[in-house]
């Protein structure tokens, strides 16, 4: 059984660049959810996908923006990037789109660095 | 809305003592509760959650959590800790009728565990 995957592990980008973070959720799972950690934080829930579309959204500003593909992988896109975006970038996949589990599975994250 | 409180950024404790780490939440409507641990350099993992039935959860490896309604508390025990629970542990919750994933994390407490 392969486990969620995350791509790329760290990258550095300056301010007012866009990135692009990928996801491979866990097989046999259809929902796949984004969140942010911030230095010396808790995670904070960006959006969750379910089948290809948005069904979930935190308190997160536009320029923050996802897909999902048939093959339920994500990509988690932010625009326009400021300071306050460095951050570990958590992908976590489950088999359902709610909490009927209670459980989710995740990557080991993608460390954003805004110079 | 939900909010959740760790009330320890770091507990230092000695190999074989027993030891507590706290968590307490504020929630207008009912929530499931979840302990996550991350060890160094991975993803979080969910340790243990309530969803109903006993108040009182274990996990596999000898960690037990209590859910106190009165008390809006989740409070994670384990009575003789090893070198390798040394990592950052998160208490989470999630409203029953969410309709998806988003689970609002503590800050994290860092239990760190000597020899």
């Known amino acids: 059984e392969t486990g969620v995957t995350q791509s790329p592990t760290h990258l550095i980008k300056t301010r007012g660049q866009q990135v692009t973070l990928r996801c491979s959720s866990q097989?046999?799972?259809?929902?796949v959810s984004w969140y942010q950690q911030a230095l010396g934080q808790g995670p904070q829930f960006i959006f969750q996908?379910?089948?290809?579309?948005?069904?979930g959204r935190g308190n997160f500003p536009p320029r923050f923006s996802g897909l999902q593909f048939p093959n339920y992988s994500s990509e988690l896109n932010v625009n326009a990037l400021e300071l306050d975006d460095s951050a570990l970038y958590l992908c976590?996949?489950?088999?359902?789109?709610?909490?009927?589990?209670?459980?989710?599975?995740f990557g080991e994250g993608s460390r954003l660095t805004v110079l | 809305a939900q909010s959740v409180t760790q009330l320890d950024s770091q507990v230092p404790v000695f190999e074989e003592a027993p030891v507590e780490l706290r968590c307490n939440y504020s929630?207008?409507?009912?929530?499931?509760l979840f302990w996550y641990v991350q060890y160094p350099n991975q993803g979080l993992q969910l340790l243990l959650k309530?969803?109903?039935?006993?108040?009182l959860v274990e996990s596999i490896n000898g960690f037990e959590a209590e859910f106190n309604k009165s008390q809006t508390s989740f409070h994670l025990r384990k009575p003789s800790v090893h070198i390798s629970d040394t990592a950052e542990y998160f208490c989470?919750?999630?409203?029953?009728?969410?309709?998806?994933?988003?689970?609002?994390f503590g800050a994290g407490t860092r239990l760190a565990v000597h020899p």
């Open positions: 309530y969803l109903s039935g006993s108040t």
């Open positions: 989470a919750v999630t409203p029953f009728s969410g309709g998806y994933n988003k689970l609002i």
């Open positions: 996908y379910y089948r290809e579309e948005e069904n």
């Open positions: 929630s207008s409507v009912s929530v499931y």
């Open positions: 976590a996949s489950s088999p359902t789109s709610g909490m009927n589990t209670g459980e989710l599975f």
């Open positions: 097989s046999g799972h259809n929902t």
